[in-house]
């Protein structure tokens, strides 16, 4: 979605963004997704990514665009300049990047060549952003939201007249820019007199200024001196005593870049852009500082991140809750859809989801074995040993299991203790929600979906067991009416409980002006393929970490072979048992298990 139709939307504010630039190893990839992975929970409005010297970063840079749009559902600001490349070349990433469903460039004119002191135009090249931001237009139209970037201390390239840089930038907007995004600077009345030059200058696209916090002195001294950012006299005071202190440094860059955001509101400025040069905690605390935590709830359009959006111009209103804590592998199987469900989870979905393939069963830590077995047993032989690794992820002392991608979600952690000691008793979950009755849509936990609304979910629990689990269910579960179950096994064997083919509405809610919104459902047919992913990471992803002959992989490999993966509903949303009835069923195992039980395959362990 372009940036500029997002600013028309009425956002909350402030909004903001996100630059990050392409690490030059594989490694340093893995550790920006996982770093953007959280920091683009917080909502931003989009995140943009650098263009390396000449190119030299064209295909990572468009890669980390796409993995933005794909996986976090975040539109993405691609950097595109025009050092080194002729106009055919940069047609060509621009016909590339529109396929990929980038929709948004920021046009600059970029740095001198590598060896070069001053500027040059590359031979067939462009000669300026001005022209770029023409053959832009020229080539695409209004397909492209385009960025273009603004100096408040006049560009370091040039004289220092600010007034003609402003005409100078008043041309590029003229040439089709739609937005400015500014340098970054240290003082706020340079940015807001740069502003009224703007205005004055006849200028009305929206101008978003760049924020930079401290990271360490040595950087922050090197930083700006290379960009000739103006400093003032004070805050070189303040950081001579603490400038060989980098923690200290920290905070005071995190207390100067709050007290500038707030002083531009107070001006009339509804939103910022951080150049986190790839780091996370001074830029969290700075929005932390500003209350956007506070103000997430109403920031979610659902439950359930979003993603996709630039896929063919679809929207996705509706998700099974199975792949809740894998989401890049539902992204995957579903990537290929024509359409998405719209609004209810029905006959116009498309008819199958992609294939397993390798790609669904990637690591989710760095790959060293020894990192996982450190994570999840240097050799389990007995169930009970698998129970405690999902009660300890329960507990926040794993952060993720294979079925897990990340830590557990704040909805989850209410209901924690409960949890603990259900994964104790030999009831693994991989998957949960609590019950919720008419919640406003603003709950710090609960809420989505915009002011004003109420939202609701009912309790659902998917886990494993092993059959004679199963088997305590079935014989007390009708204790329980609003109590449904759905369970199979490895090789398609089922069992179910009040669970017919269909679809069933998990969570939904009630906002002014809309339809009752469903976002989360729990369907048949997607559960079955589903469980077909989730058997296969009891060995791909852990029993490949032992030899094949130990008693670890066989362990493993028995639970994979003969428990039941279990989807427990509870449709009483108003007063949920759900975790009464665990209890009844868990006396009911303990009454009757004797000691030989607490090392049996079948995993009876209480």
Same mark, same amino acid.
């Given at each position: 979605m372009k940036i500029t139709d997002k600013l028309k939307e009425g956002l909350i504010e402030p909004y903001f963004s996100f630059e990050y630039f392409p690490p030059k190893t594989e490694a340093g990839v893995e550790n920006l997704y996982m770093r953007m992975d959280r920091m683009t929970s917080l909502q931003p409005l989009f995140v943009d990514v650098t263009w390396g010297a000449g190119g030299?970063? %064209?295909?990572?840079?468009?890669?980390?665009?796409?993995?933005?749009?794909?996986?976090?559902?975040?539109?993405?600001l691609m950097h595109l300049t025009c050092t080194n490349l002729t106009v055919e070349e940069i047609k060509q990433t621009l016909k590339t990047a529109r396929d990929m469903g980038i929709q948004n460039i920021l046009a600059l004119r970029g740095d001198p060549a590598k060896g070069s002191i001053s500027w040059e135009p590359y031979p067939g090249g462009c000669e300026n952003a001005i022209d770029l931001v023409k053959l832009i237009r020229?080539?695409?139209?209004?397909?492209?939201?385009?960025?273009?970037?603004?100096?408040?201390?006049?560009?370091?390239?040039?004289?220092?007249?600010?007034?003609?840089?402003?005409?100078?930038? $008043?041309?590029?907007?003229?040439?089709?820019?739609?937005?400015?995004? @500014?340098?970054?600077? #240290?003082?706020?009345?340079?940015?807001?007199?740069?502003?009224?030059?703007?205005? =004055?200058?006849?200028?009305?696209?929206?101008?978003?200024?760049?924020?930079?916090? /401290?990271?360490? #002195?040595?950087?922050? #001294?090197?930083? @700006?001196?290379?960009?000739?950012?103006?400093?003032?006299?004070?805050? *070189?005071?303040? /950081?001579?005593?603490?400038?060989?202190?980098?923690?200290?440094?920290?905070?005071?860059?995190? $207390?100067?870049?709050?007290?500038?955001? %707030?002083?531009?509101?107070?001006?009339?400025i509804k939103g910022f852009h951080f150049y986190t040069l790839n780091l996370e905690q001074s830029v969290t605390m700075v929005l932390n500082s500003l209350g956007v935590q506070?103000?997430?709830?109403?920031?979610?359009?659902?439950? *359930?991140?979003?993603?996709? =959006?630039?896929? %063919?111009?679809?929207?996705?209103?509706?998700?099974?809750?199975? *792949?809740?804590?894998?989401?890049?592998?539902?992204?995957?199987? @579903?990537?290929?859809?024509d359409e998405f469900p719209n609004g209810r989870w029905g006959d116009n979905r498309s008819p199958a989801y992609g294939d397993l393939s390798d790609s669904h069963f990637f690591r989710p830590v760095e790959?060293?074995?020894?990192?996982?077995?450190?994570? *999840?047993?240097?050799?389990?032989?007995?169930?009970?040993?698998?129970?405690?690794?999902?009660a300890l992820y329960i507990e926040g002392k794993i952060p993720i299991i294979p079925w897990c991608e990340s830590a557990l979600q704040a909805e989850t952690s209410a209901i924690s203790n409960p949890l603990s000691r259900i994964n104790r008793s030999g009831f693994l979950t991989i998957n949960s929600q609590p019950a919720v009755n008419g919640e406003r849509s603003d709950h710090p936990v609960y809420g989505w979906g915009g002011p004003a609304g109420r939202v609701y979910q009912k309790a659902y629990i998917e886990f494993f067991c092993s059959p004679h689990h199963l088997q305590k269910i079935m014989q007390l579960i009708g204790h329980y009416p609003s109590l449904t179950f759905h369970a199979v096994d490895a090789h398609g064997l089922e069992h179910n409980s009040g669970v017919k083919k269909g679809v069933m509405a998990l969570t939904w809610g009630c906002f002014p002006n809309k339809e009752i919104l469903q976002p989360t459902v729990y369907d048949h047919d997607s559960f079955l393929v589903w469980s077909k992913e989730v058997f296969q990471l009891w060995t791909r992803s852990w029993a490949s970490l032992y030899e094949d002959d130990s008693e670890s992989a066989d362990l493993l490999y028995n639970i994979h072979d003969t428990y039941f993966l279990v989807a427990l509903i509870d449709n009483d949303y108003f007063e949920s048992h759900i975790f009464e009835f665990f209890d009844e069923v868990i006396e009911s195992l303990t009454a009757a298990s004797t000691p030989r039980d607490n090392n049996s395959v079948d995993g009876l362990t209480i």
């Amino acid at each position: 979605m372009k940036i500029t139709d997002k600013l028309k939307e009425g956002l909350i504010e402030p909004y903001f963004s996100f630059e990050y630039f392409p690490p030059k190893t594989e490694a340093g990839v893995e550790n920006l997704y996982m770093r953007m992975d959280r920091m683009t929970s917080l909502q931003p409005l989009f995140v943009d990514v650098t263009w390396g010297a000449g190119g030299c970063t %064209k295909e990572l840079t468009m890669a980390i665009c796409e993995y933005s749009q794909t996986y976090f559902g975040v539109d993405a600001l691609m950097h595109l300049t025009c050092t080194n490349l002729t106009v055919e070349e940069i047609k060509q990433t621009l016909k590339t990047a529109r396929d990929m469903g980038i929709q948004n460039i920021l046009a600059l004119r970029g740095d001198p060549a590598k060896g070069s002191i001053s500027w040059e135009p590359y031979p067939g090249g462009c000669e300026n952003a001005i022209d770029l931001v023409k053959l832009i237009r020229k080539e695409h139209g209004d397909y492209f939201c385009i960025g273009v970037v603004g100096f408040p201390e006049g560009h370091p390239y040039s004289t220092g007249d600010v007034d003609r840089d402003v005409q100078h930038l $008043k041309q590029k907007i003229d040439a089709g820019a739609d937005f400015i995004l @500014t340098q970054f600077f #240290y003082d706020s009345s340079v940015f807001l007199s740069f502003r009224d030059r703007c205005v =004055a200058e006849g200028i009305t696209c929206p101008i978003i200024p760049g924020m930079m916090p /401290l990271q360490s #002195y040595s950087s922050f #001294y090197r930083m @700006t001196k290379f960009c000739k950012t103006k400093v003032p006299t004070q805050i *070189w005071v303040d /950081l001579e005593p603490i400038r060989d202190d980098d923690e200290q440094v920290k905070m005071y860059g995190v $207390k100067l870049c709050t007290e500038m955001c %707030k002083t531009l509101q107070e001006h009339g400025i509804k939103g910022f852009h951080f150049y986190t040069l790839n780091l996370e905690q001074s830029v969290t605390m700075v929005l932390n500082s500003l209350g956007v935590q506070d103000s997430l709830p109403l920031r979610r359009t659902f439950p *359930w991140r979003g993603s996709r =959006a630039n896929l %063919k111009g679809m929207a996705e209103e509706v998700r099974p809750i199975n *792949w809740a804590n894998r989401p890049k592998s539902y992204i995957k199987r @579903t990537v290929h859809w024509d359409e998405f469900p719209n609004g209810r989870w029905g006959d116009n979905r498309s008819p199958a989801y992609g294939d397993l393939s390798d790609s669904h069963f990637f690591r989710p830590v760095e790959g060293k074995k020894e990192d996982l077995r450190a994570l *999840w047993g240097e050799a389990p032989i007995v169930p009970g040993d698998v129970n405690e690794v999902f009660a300890l992820y329960i507990e926040g002392k794993i952060p993720i299991i294979p079925w897990c991608e990340s830590a557990l979600q704040a909805e989850t952690s209410a209901i924690s203790n409960p949890l603990s000691r259900i994964n104790r008793s030999g009831f693994l979950t991989i998957n949960s929600q609590p019950a919720v009755n008419g919640e406003r849509s603003d709950h710090p936990v609960y809420g989505w979906g915009g002011p004003a609304g109420r939202v609701y979910q009912k309790a659902y629990i998917e886990f494993f067991c092993s059959p004679h689990h199963l088997q305590k269910i079935m014989q007390l579960i009708g204790h329980y009416p609003s109590l449904t179950f759905h369970a199979v096994d490895a090789h398609g064997l089922e069992h179910n409980s009040g669970v017919k083919k269909g679809v069933m509405a998990l969570t939904w809610g009630c906002f002014p002006n809309k339809e009752i919104l469903q976002p989360t459902v729990y369907d048949h047919d997607s559960f079955l393929v589903w469980s077909k992913e989730v058997f296969q990471l009891w060995t791909r992803s852990w029993a490949s970490l032992y030899e094949d002959d130990s008693e670890s992989a066989d362990l493993l490999y028995n639970i994979h072979d003969t428990y039941f993966l279990v989807a427990l509903i509870d449709n009483d949303y108003f007063e949920s048992h759900i975790f009464e009835f665990f209890d009844e069923v868990i006396e009911s195992l303990t009454a009757a298990s004797t000691p030989r039980d607490n090392n049996s395959v079948d995993g009876l362990t209480i």
